[in-house]
């Protein structure tokens, strides 16, 4: 894939990340509410596991209480092995340990459509977000926390499935920040 294909795929996508720490408090305060809550657990794990949204609604409340979730993913077809971390624990809290199959449904008790969740997103978080913003807020995150290093981006593109660093840094949109840069700094 050349450089105009990579930067058309991921203008496609068109969603930019969250921030964190915005991310996780508002997936904590939407637990709260009796209507939403499944949706608050869906951005708590969203921002925690970086999965793509098909993978992440074929979660379940058995999947959540193990320390160790293995998925096949849809996409790709590889296998992933992902670690319940403290933040999806807390939010697990929320919910009776009698909830079994599917955690992300709506009111009606149907798992959520794409769609619904990138009509929630755009409720609860304004400006360019989907369902694919939860996967990059996750990536920033990772990069951030491992003060923004190519080791991390490594591990990303792993995670991602990318075929290379430079996708990652694209898709996570730092390669643009990084040109930005050489224009401020002038």
Do not use: P
Not at 14 to 39: C, H, P
Not at 53 to 78: A, P, V, Y
Not at 98 to 115: A, M
């Amino acid at each position: 894939m050349n450089r105009n294909n990579i930067n058309e795929h991921f203008n496609m996508i068109g969603s930019d990340y969250i921030e964190f720490d915005r991310a996780l408090n508002t997936g904590f305060r939407i637990l709260k509410s009796e209507k939403q809550k499944s949706f608050g657990l869906l951005i708590i794990c969203g921002i925690n596991l970086g999965l793509r949204i098909q993978d992440l609604l074929n979660l379940t409340f058995e999947d959540l209480r193990k320390e160790k979730i293995h998925i096949i993913e849809g996409k790709t077809k590889k296998r992933r092995t992902l670690i319940v971390n403290d933040n999806i624990k807390k939010a697990l809290n929320s919910f009776d340990d009698l909830d079994r199959g599917y955690c992300f449904k709506s009111q009606k008790q149907t798992v959520f459509s794409k769609q619904q969740v990138n009509r929630l997103m755009k409720k609860y978080f304004k400006g360019k977000v989907s369902s694919h913003s939860l996967r990059k807020t996750f990536g920033r995150r990772v990069w951030e926390n491992d003060r923004e290093s190519e080791r991390s981006l490594i591990y990303l593109s792993e995670i991602f499935n990318h075929s290379s660093i430079q996708m990652t840094r694209i898709y996570l949109g730092i390669r643009q920040e990084e040109l930005n840069e050489v224009y401020l700094s002038l």
